[in-house]
């Protein structure tokens, strides 16, 4: 109960910059909720489904990229038809590229994952018309009648609204039959199968839900931005999202959310202070690799109980 | 017999050039209690793998109600009505004795893949897993997370997520394994009470209790069928002593 | 495309192939037996090709970077092992994916810092600088015969360590039941770190023998890295043989692929990979 008394609080506050209109913290806290649902998303499948996977960065990309095609090539700029068609277009990808990685079992899994996480990457980069390492701009952003998501405040509050639809989504879905039965897959997928349930079908689902909520972190950051490029589809990507998840807490929903939030400020900071930042994130990686496995909400908890 | 509700044809497994399942022809009929005996290595557990669809059979063919299983995944013949226990307890650690029994009642009573409502408003999933709780003795535990059950309770609520299924057909791996008497007493009289109307496979090593439930008891020896029997019969026969060395059942 | 040309890719394809499949087996071997997936196995060729430029660039001579370089790797290795990976052995796959994956950005920190980010090449071996003639037309570098052969004689030289030795025997072992080896009194940590030890040497290996050939630049192990769990899959779960197999298929592939169809060449491999994951999905020889 008190949780939820927190994160009602939590989200109002993020409401702010909306009203405020300070451009440093749209942007700033645009992004970092948009890393939320992703890592949101991403918790599903590690959290809860117990698959690490590597591959949710290709769908974000490919969500985003689509938005950049569909822009600049229809010139269509109503997010009611693009928005749907590129969390068509992120879901069918999770689908195709869930069903064939899930037919590899524990460490081959992830290595699939990643195998085809490359495979976009390079294709986001090599093929023709696509920007190259560069990437694309989105030369109109999405608009709706009086409002234009290319004005910082709007989209701010669009993000805002996508975020706790996908929070109340993901609890919702979680605490149906479904969510039981990954959390029972994760516990013990061959005990499972003997119960009757055919755990594969069940991993795919999960797999293409939360590869259509990357689909949506995707188009709202290039809504965010404006702009597009291969790097969002690498697998450093997919790794640091991964290393929210863990700093946050997995499978606890709002642990990888606050994990979230935290990794965006670190990043943005840590930018400004070496260029050897990337040192810096390796070590933090490892050093919350060992020591707080649980991640902050396994302290939050332990705190409390 | 009347028509068996589960049989074996010829059923093998070979791993490399040893044959732990050979030929195995077994026929089990409706409501008996029909127990696997054997020496150590004799393919028991091998065999009642490959009748849940864990292990596949190299050649040979295993009939479910006159249906052709060999080739099913172990959930499609869970959902056929088979049962399964394990040789070490199985259950979901981390949960709750009732989320484990629940779990197992929400395989059957609706199809799983429900996003919105929450689960708990499957109000016949619940009653399920009470009647399951209840049968499997562990109703005042259901609160507690099954890992933290001792050793021979996580038995009983292996028994009791098998229950919960509704199953025709209960394969049971060495059940009172690691048990210690008034444990292992507990487990019998459980799996007495649920013999009616239900087809079990037991296969076990403690002899007293084999002929104490039992109706028919096979014996496996290098994989193969040694003989089948009443209790009776087999504790008399000369050849299972021989296979025995020595272990007077 | 002529006899000649043909004869070069095949050859090119095998060489390339060769080469991934020392870098594989060492990370099969890695997550065969001690069971950890480690993402920092690319970081080692990449050490291992920069040591060779390093090295050979010092002492004038890539036969003494070689003799210098492995014990080196072995050494990082051990220490990599004592430090990091013994704490992954009983975590799940997150944290090993982890903890990998923020050694391979200490790697990547540390080799820009060291030897700056610029590409460098490495000098072929004089003896070896000769070209073999294929035909009219093509020839072969010796180079690249010498990788090849070399590939060769390790690959033969771990078949019989794994099949005949008492450390093999133990290896095999502990693939298949780690806890009971050590149940047997076998000192389980000393077999886990001389294994890792020994993965990390091949990788680097393989780093030095490529460098002449590819050069030496920033970010070489991620793709290396990457076509080896491709060959991983496609060759089967545990299994060398199948390893080789899938190494000698994926670098024929790509080395097919960029030259029968320029713009897929990468997606080639992918290609083939999601073909097995389809038909046999414990891999080739799995």
């Known amino acids: ?305 | 017999m009347a028509e068996p509700v589960l049989e074996t044809r010829g059923l093998t497994r070979r791993f490399g050039a040893l044959a732990a399942v050979d030929g195995v022809s077994l026929a089990f009929a409706p409501g008996e209690v029909h127990a696997v005996i054997g020496p150590n290595g004799a393919g028991k557990s091998t065999l009642l793998a490959m009748l849940a669809g864990e292990l596949r059979a190299t050649s040979g063919s295993i009939r479910l109600a006159g249906r052709d299983v060999t080739r099913f995944s172990p959930d499609r013949i869970s959902r056929l009505g088979v049962g399964r226990s394990y040789q070490t307890a199985n259950v979901f650690g981390e949960l709750t004795c009732r989320d484990c029994v629940w779990l197992a009642a929400q395989s059957r009573v609706r199809s799983s893949m429900s996003f919105f409502w929450p689960a708990e408003r499957y109000a016949e999933v619940g009653v399920r897993a009470a009647r399951a709780l209840n049968a499997c003795r562990l109703a005042d535990r259901h609160t507690t997370p099954a890992r933290e059950l001792s050793y021979g309770e996580q038995r009983q609520l292996e028994i009791g997520m098998m229950l919960a299924t509704e199953p025709r057909v209960l394969l049971l791996d060495e059940p009172l394994a690691g048990l210690g008497h008034d444990e292992a007493k507990q487990v019998i009289a459980l799996l007495q009470a649920v013999r009616a109307d239900r087809t079990l496979v037991l296969v076990e090593h403690d002899m007293e209790a084999v002929f104490a439930i039992a109706d028919r008891v096979t014996v496996l020896a290098s994989g193969r069928v040694l003989e089948t029997g009443t209790p009776g019969q087999i504790r008399l026969s000369p050849r299972v002593r021989e296979a025995y060395l020595g272990n007077e059942p | 495309m002529t006899l000649s040309l043909f004869a070069l890719q095949l050859l090119n394809g095998v060489e390339y192939g060769l080469l991934l499949f020392l870098v594989a087996s060492g990370l099969t071997l890695v997550f065969g037996v001690l069971g950890v997936l480690n993402f920092a196995h690319g970081s080692f060729y990449m050490l291992g090709a920069y040591l060779a430029y390093w090295l050979s660039a010092r002492f004038g001579s890539l036969w003494i970077a070689i003799a210098v370089g492995v014990p080196l790797m072995v050494a990082v290795g051990l220490l990599v092992e004592k430090l990091a990976i013994a704490r992954l052995y009983a975590r799940d796959h997150l944290s090993q994916v982890l903890l990998t994956y923020g050694l391979v950005l200490l790697f990547n920190e540390l080799q820009s810092y060291a030897f700056g980010n610029d590409v460098q090449s490495v000098p072929t071996p004089a003896p070896l600088s000769i070209r073999i003639p294929l035909g009219e037309a093509q020839t072969w570098p010796a180079y690249r015969v010498f990788t090849a052969v070399a590939c060769l004689v390790l690959a033969a030289a771990m078949r019989q360590v794994i099949l005949r030795t008492r450390f093999g025997m133990r290896v095999r072992a502990g693939a298949s039941n780690a806890e009971m080896v050590s149940a047997l009194g076998i000192d389980i940590r000393r077999l886990f770190a001389a294994l890792f030890a020994a993965g990390t040497a091949l990788a680097a290996l393989a780093g030095m023998l490529a460098a002449p050939l590819t050069t030496v630049y920033p970010g070489m192990g991620e793709g290396v890295l990457i076509l080896s769990f491709v060959v991983v899959v496609i060759g089967g779960i545990g299994s060398i043989k199948g390893a080789f197999l899938g190494a000698l298929l994926v670098g024929l592939s790509d080395v097919f692929g960029k030259v029968l169809l320029p713009g897929f060449a990468s997606a080639i491999v992918y290609a083939v990979m999601a073909a097995v994951l389809v038909l046999r999905p414990r891999g080739l020889l799995g």
Request: with cysteine; aromatic share 12%.
């Open chain 1, 1 to 305: 109960m008190k949780l939820r008394v927190l994160l009602a609080a939590g989200a109002l506050a993020l409401l702010a910059p909306a009203f405020s209109g300070d451009r440093f913290w749209l942007q700033f806290l645009g992004k970092a909720m948009i890393t939320c649902i992703f890592a949101a998303s991403l918790d599903l499948l590690v959290g809860y489904a117990g698959l690490v996977s590597l591959a949710h960065a290709a769908f974000f990309g490919i969500s985003a990229y689509l938005l950049a095609g569909l822009s600049n090539q229809l010139a269509l700029v109503n997010p009611l038809l693009t928005l749907p068609i590129c969390l068509l277009a992120a879901a069918v990808a999770a689908l195709v590229i869930g069903w064939l990685s899930l037919r590899a079992t524990g460490v081959y899994f992830i290595m699939v994952t990643l195998a085809f996480t490359q495979m976009l990457y390079y294709f986001f980069n090599d093929a023709p018309g696509l920007g190259g390492s560069d990437g694309l701009y989105v030369n109109d952003r999405p608009r709706l009648g009086p409002l234009d998501f290319a004005d910082r405040p709007t989209a701010y509050a669009g993000i805002w609204i996508a975020l706790v639809v996908t929070y109340l989504l993901l609890t919702r879905v979680l605490r149906a039959p479904f969510g039981r039965v990954l959390v029972g897959i994760r516990s013990n997928e061959q005990r499972m199968r003997s119960l009757g349930f055919p755990t594969p079908r069940y991993k795919l689902v999960a797999f293409v839900i939360a590869g259509a909520l990357a689909g949506l972190a995707g188009y709202l950051d290039a809504t965010l931005y404006g702009f597009v490029n291969p790097a969002q589809v690498g697998w450093r990507q997919s790794g640091l999202l991964l290393m929210t998840v863990l700093l946050g807490g997995k499978g606890t929903l709002y642990g990888p959310m606050i994990g979230a939030l935290l990794l965006t400020f670190i990043e943005h900071y840590g930018e400004q202070v070496t260029t050897h930042w990337n040192a810096i994130v390796g070590a933090f990686v490892i050093a919350v690799v060992l020591l707080m496995p649980r991640g902050i909400a396994g302290l939050l908890r332990g705190a409390r109980g």
